[in-house]
Structures are given as C-alpha cells and as structure tokens.
C-alpha cells in the first residue's frame, strides 16, 4: 500500500502551497476590510429579518431555547455565506484565459 504523503511530496513542497494558495486568495479576497463590511451589514439586515419572521414568536414569547439560539445562529450565516459567494463569482478572474 502507498502512502498518500509520498505521491505529493513533503510536507511544505509546491503541491501544498499550490493547493493552498488560491484558498488563502479566496479568503483575503473576501476579509478585506470594505468588502466584510458589506457582507457583514447584510448577513445583520437579512439575518434579523429571517430570525423576528421565522423564531420571533417564540422569542417574544419568552420560549427560545438552544435550538432557537441554533436557528438564530445560522439565519446570520445563510446570508453572510451568500453574499460572499456573489463576491466570489464577480470578481475579475486573475491571469488564464478569460
């Protein structure tokens, strides 16, 4: 049996930083600063509207539990995760034909 670590090489050699790479483009890409700040204010907006329509019964109600809390955590999410994808698929394409 072949272990995996010797068909790519050391740990540290090109297959891993080229592997690496565009993920750490991708997430600089996203954390900069004007652009977090856009994604961040609609994963709040849209977030806060998606928890007072879909749990804010509950909440108002005094009967939010871990779950509710659970449901809550990923109505910000949702959002935050889709827009930056739209980030993703419009920025320009770097080198490569286009």
């Not at 804010?56 to 959002?79: C, E, H, M, R, W």
């Amino acid at each position: 049996m072949t272990d995996s670590t010797d068909e790519r090489g050391a740990a540290g050699g090109p297959t891993d930083r080229q592997t690496a790479s565009p993920w750490m483009e991708t997430v600089a890409y996203c954390a900069s600063p004007s652009r977090l700040r856009r994604t961040v204010a609609i994963a709040l907006v849209v977030g806060t509207l998606l928890t007072l329509f879909n749990q804010g019964d509950v909440i108002l109600a005094g009967q939010a539990s871990a779950v509710t809390l659970l449901k809550g955590t990923t109505n910000y999410l949702t959002p935050f995760v889709v827009s930056n994808l739209g980030l993703l698929a419009g920025r320009p394409r770097s080198g490569g034909a286009s």
